[in-house]
């Protein structure tokens, strides 16, 4: 199945390609949004490489993240097309004039965060996937990795096509995960290596065109917001003592 990568420069689209190219599943093209290193969030950066440089590779399941190896670094190796977009936005004129050039129908979108698709570029005939980090319809929004943890002792990440709605689109694949994994790396490490595992599955399903993907419209559903730090925190201890 041929499909494209709308990436950021940041962690999760570092482990997205690095653990596509491991299980030879191989975009045909791939666009990287320019942030000229202005945006932080999600983003590794020298200063953590350094400080984590004997444990600078980093699995879960299937997924893969080497904090070392940046996305040019990663596509350059296969030779895999990529073009780099001189802008952070994700509805830029820039990328939406290449995206309409482009004869791939659908696209794996790993954006920097708070970025909402708007009209103009889901009215090109493709379709866009996204992984969010949270069992949907239950858990739609912001850090809801951490209020499932809290909530129901699991984590869990949703592939799903988007639309104008917030983690409102169909549901293409979603996947439950025991929590085992150091709680101080959630946001930067495992958040990632997570929502990498569920990407893999969901392309694998999207190629059998054995299951349909299920349609949120009348599914209830409970909205969240960016986390309070000190229930961030709490979620971060509660972990750290069950491994005591």
Known sequence: MKF????ANTARSQAYIQTLISQDIIPKEV???????????GKITKKYINSNINNNIYSFQLATLNIN???VRSLSKLEIPYTIINSPDINSEELYEVLLKSDTKLCIVSVYAGQILKSKILGLKKSFMHVHSGKLPEYRGSTTLYYSLLEEN???ASAIMINEGIDTGDIVYFKEFDFNFDPELIDLIFDPLLRAVVLIDAIKLLSSKNKKPIVQEGIDGEDYYIIHPLLKHLAILKEKNKCM
Do not use: P
């Not at 494209?4 to 990436?7: F, G, Q």
């Open 4 to 7: 494209s990568l709308i990436l």
């Open 31 to 41: 666009f990287i949004l320019n942030d000229k290193n202005k945006k932080k969030l």
């Open 154 to 156: 699991k984590v869990a």
């Open 69 to 71: 190896e940046d996305l």
